[in-house]
C-alpha cells in the first residue's frame, strides 16, 4: 500500500494517490487529469475509484474527465446528487482497493454531502483518513456555504459538524493520519496550519474546534470571525456537480495565438477582459490599457477567482513567453474557461507592433517615505493624500503605517465606489502583488491619481514611516 499527497501550493488543495496490489484510487483530483493518468501508466496500476468528498466550491474536480479517460467510477458520500453517473455510497459502504479497504464516513455540515474515507491497511488497521473539507489541519470546514441548498442557517450547519466530527471522527484512534483537502491559504477555513499532514491524535490536542465544552460553545467558535465566501465559489460547486467542457477543449481554446491586431479587434469589439499574468515589477512598466494583472507567481487562481467573479467571462490572455498553457490551465482550475486565446509573443509583441500603451505610477518605499508626512491624523505630501492598504484586515490589525485606511483587496468592488478620482492616495499591499492587482483595476476603472509603492509594507517597515499597531475601526472597511 503506498499513499501519496499531491498538493498544489496555488490552490492551498490537496489531491490523494493510494495504490495497492495493482490497483489505484483518488481523492479530489485536480482538473488537469494528464498527470494522473502518466503515474498510473508508469506506475502500471489500474484506477478502481474516484473519491469525491464532497462537491467543491473553490476549485472545479477534475473527476468527470479523469472517468471518461479511465471507466473509473466516481464515488460520493450519501446525499449527493450529481447531474452525471456515480455512485452514491451508504454511510459506512466499503470499497476494496488490491489488499486495502476505504470505509465511507458521512460527515455533514460543511456540506450535506461531505464525507470523508477512513483507509483501512492489509490487517484491517484504520490507518488514515482522507478529511475533506470536514477537517482541517487546526480548523474545520466551514458551515455557511451549503445554507441555501440545505435551507438551512450556518448555526444548523454547524451543528451537524459537530455531531459528525465528535460522534465520528473524534472516536477514531490518535495514531491515524489525517490528510485534508486543503491548508493554510484556503477560503475554505479560517485558521488552518501551515502544514499539511498531521496525526488525528495530535489534532485532538491543538484544533479548537476539537476541544469544545459543548455543542453551543462549538457552534459559536466555528461560525465566529467567518469572512463572506469568494463570489465564484457558488458557480464552481455548479461544474463540478453539472459537469464541464473537458480540459482537453478549454486548452486548446485558450492556446489560441493572436497576433497583436487580432487581439486587438477580439478587445475592442467583445466584452473579453484582458487578464495580464505578469509580474507586478513588469506589468508597472508598461502594459495593454484596460489590463487587469493578477501574476502567476503568486495565488492566481484564488484572486482571479475573488476579482473576475463570473466564470463565464470572455478573457484575452498576455503572458510571459512560454506561459500561455500554465495560465490557461491554473484559470481551468477555477472554472474560467472561456480564454479566446493569448498574444502571441506577449507584450513584446505589442509593442513592436506601436500599440498604446499604458504604465501605473510606482514608487519605491524609500520615496514614499520621503513624500509622506504623517501630521495630526493625516497623512499629507504636496497636498493632503491618504493611503490604502489592500492587505488583509489581520495584517493591517497586527501593523501598519499610520492613519492608513484599510480597505482589503478582496472587497475592492464594495470600497472602490467611496474613493474620491479627484483626491490623491497611496496604494500598498504587503510586497507589491496585490496592491498592482488593485492598481490595474482602478486604472482599468478610470481612477488614476494614485501612486503605488514597490514592495509594499515589507520596504516600508525598512523606512522611517510611522507604523503602529493601533486599529482605528471608522478605518476598516468590511
Known amino acids: 500500500m503506498k499513499v501519496e499527497q499531491i498538493y498544489t501550493g496555488c490552490l492551498a488543495q490537496g489531491a490523494y494517490y493510494i495504490t495497492s496490489n495493482g490497483e489505484a484510487a483518488i481523492i479530489d483530483p485536480l482538473r488537469e487529469t494528464q498527470p494522473y493518468l502518466d503515474r498510473l501508466e508508469k506506475d502500471g496500476v489500474k484506477l478502481k475509484y474516484i473519491f469525491e468528498t464532497h462537491f467543491h466550491a473553490d476549485f472545479v474536480s477534475g473527476h468527470v474527465d479523469l472517468s471518461n479517460k479511465t471507466g473509473a467510477p466516481i464515488v460520493y458520500g450519501p446525499t449527493a446528487k450529481p447531474e452525471f453517473e456515480a455512485i452514491v455510497a451508504a454511510d459506512n459502504q466499503i470499497f476494496e482497493l488490491g489488499n486495502v479497504k476505504i470505509k465511507v464516513l458521512h460527515t455533514p455540515g460543511h456540506t450535506m454531502e461531505s464525507s470523508c474515507f477512513l483507509l483501512m491497511d492489509e490487517n484491517g488497521k484504520e490507518t488514515a483518513l482522507f478529511s475533506g473539507d470536514t477537517l482541517f489541519l487546526g480548523d474545520v470546514g466551514r458551515p455557511d456555504l451549503a445554507q441555501k441548498a440545505a435551507s438551512m442557517t450556518q448555526e444548523e450547519l454547524a451543528g451537524l459538524l459537530y455531531e459528525s466530527l465528535y460522534n465520528k471522527i473524534l472516536p477514531l484512534p490518535d ?76 486548452l486548446k481554446h485558450g492556446m489560441k495565438a493572436l497576433s497583436a491586431e487580432e487581439f486587438e479587434a477580439i478587445a475592442e469589439s467583445t466584452e473579453a477582459l484582458i487578464l495580464d499574468t505578469r509580474s507586478d515589477k513588469d506589468f508597472a512598466k508598461g502594459f495593454i490599457p484596460q489590463s487587469v494583472n493578477i501574476g502567476l507567481n503568486g495565488d492566481f487562481a484564488p484572486w482571479v477567482g475573488a476579482m473576475i467573479v463570473d466564470v463565464k467571462q470572455p478573457i484575452l490572455l498576455l503572458t510571459e513567453a512560454g506561459k500561455e498553457e500554465e495560465a490557461v490551465t491554473r484559470l481551468s482550475r477555477v472554472g474560467f474557461d472561456n480564454v479566446l486565446g493569448h498574444l502571441a509573443g506577449g507584450f513584446d509583441t505589442w509593442k513592436v507592433a506601436g500599440k498604446e500603451i499604458d504604465t501605473v505610477n510606482r514608487i519605491s518605499a524609500e520615496q514614499f517615505s520621503n513624500e509622506v508626512k504623517i501630521t495630526c491624523g493625516a497623512a499629507s505630501g504636496g497636498g493632503e493624500s491618504k493611503i490604502i492598504d489592500v492587505r488583509k484586515e489581520s495584517e493591517y490589525a497586527a501593523e501598519h503605517v499610520e492613519e492608513a485606511y484599510s480597505k482589503p483587496l478582496a472587497y475592492i468592488n464594495d470600497w472602490v465606489k467611496d474613493v474620491n478620482p479627484q483626491e490623491h492616495f497611496y496604494l500598498h499591499c504587503a510586497g507589491g502583488y496585490r496592491s498592482m492587482i488593485a492598481a490595474s483595476i482602478l486604472q482599468a476603472r478610470g481612477y488614476r491619481n494614485f501612486t503605488e509603492i514597490a514592495g509594499g509594507f515589507n520596504a516600508i517597515a525598512q523606512t522611517n514611516v510611522p507604523k503602529t499597531d493601533f486599529v482605528c475601526q471608522s478605518k476598516l472597511i468590511h
Do not use: R, W
Request: glycine content about 10%.
Open 175 to 250: 495514531d491515524v493520519t489525517v490528510y485534508p483537502a486543503h491548508g493554510a491559504g484556503s477560503a475554505c477555513g479560517k485558521n488552518m496550519m501551515k502544514e499539511t499532514v498531521d496525526s488525528l491524535g495530535n489534532q485532538k490536542k491543538m484544533n479548537y474546534a476539537l476541544n469544545q465544552p459543548n455543542k453551543e460553545a462549538f457552534i459559536k467558535a466555528v461560525t465566529d470571525g467567518l469572512l463572506p465566501p469568494p463570489a465564484y465559489f457558488g458557480m464552481n460547486v455548479a461544474m463540478n456537480k453539472k459537469g464541464y467542457d473537458t480540459f482537453d477543449e478549454v
